[in-house]
């Protein structure tokens, strides 16, 4: 019964590679995020969208690609992976906007690129 | 450039120790402040937050925080720590100024020797 559930936990692979990870919550939320944890623990946004709508885009390559089929699914895919992505991405969700809500986060997934 | 600092990145402590992790953040204007934790092997969580009103807020576990506008501060307290409150924790502002996206510090990694 885990609120924001992110698929897989860990992910190794080869540069090149393209890869997902996928996020699931069950709080009823209208707004999902993902967030990249780089190796100095800093958690920066990625992406945010509402109701299946794009809200944040951040500075990020355009080899990430984030898919909302509903608003209870947003997943993260990564073409051509490189070293530097390797880093924990966390998926979060919120009823509201950051503004006044409170995000519930997922446990990560810890991508290892080789 | 950094606007969510937080200065130490490791503080070990003993049981019953009183802990106060610092935050400083560099916007002006309104602001909305947060703490989360993240325990061993668990997804982040709210502590406590603060949007407005008294600025000493109280969140689970014991801990406070106290909001010091003229000093962008935003310090995480509490009087007797126990083992079990080992863990990772992120100060994070959502500011206008900051275009309303929840940004986060770098951490502090606590621990608490029994």
């Known amino acids: 019964d885990t609120a924001v559930s992110q698929t897989p936990k860990y992910l190794v692979t080869q540069m090149g590679n393209d890869k997902s990870i996928k996020c699931e919550q069950n709080l009823g939320h209208d707004t999902m995020y993902w967030y990249k944890q780089d190796s100095k623990k800093f958690l920066k946004i990625m992406f945010s969208y509402n109701n299946k709508e794009l809200i944040i885009n951040e500075t990020v390559p355009n080899r990430f690609s984030p898919k909302s089929p509903d608003k209870a699914h947003l997943n993260l895919h990564i073409n051509s992976l490189e070293l530097g992505d390797s880093a924990v991405y966390f998926c979060?969700?919120?009823?509201?906007?950051?503004?006044?809500?409170?995000?519930?986060f997922g446990e990560g997934s810890r991508l290892t690129v080789l | 450039a950094q606007s969510v600092s937080q200065h130490n990145h490791h503080v070990i402590l003993s049981e019953a120790a009183s802990l106060e992790l610092g935050c400083n953040y560099s916007y002006g204007g309104t602001v909305n402040l947060f703490w989360y934790v993240q325990y061993p092997g668990q997804h982040l969580q709210l502590l406590l937050k603060y949007f407005s009103g008294d600025p000493l807020v109280k969140g689970i576990k014991g801990f406070e925080a106290e909001f010091i506008k003229s000093k962008f501060s935003f310090n995480l307290r509490k009087p007797s720590v126990q083992w079990s409150d080992t863990a990772e924790y992120f100060c994070a502002v959502n500011a206008r100024a900051a275009g309303n996206k929840l940004t986060f510090g770098g951490g502090t990694r606590v621990l608490v020797k029994p």
């Open positions: 979060a969700s919120s009823q509201a906007s950051e503004v006044t809500g409170e995000l519930f």
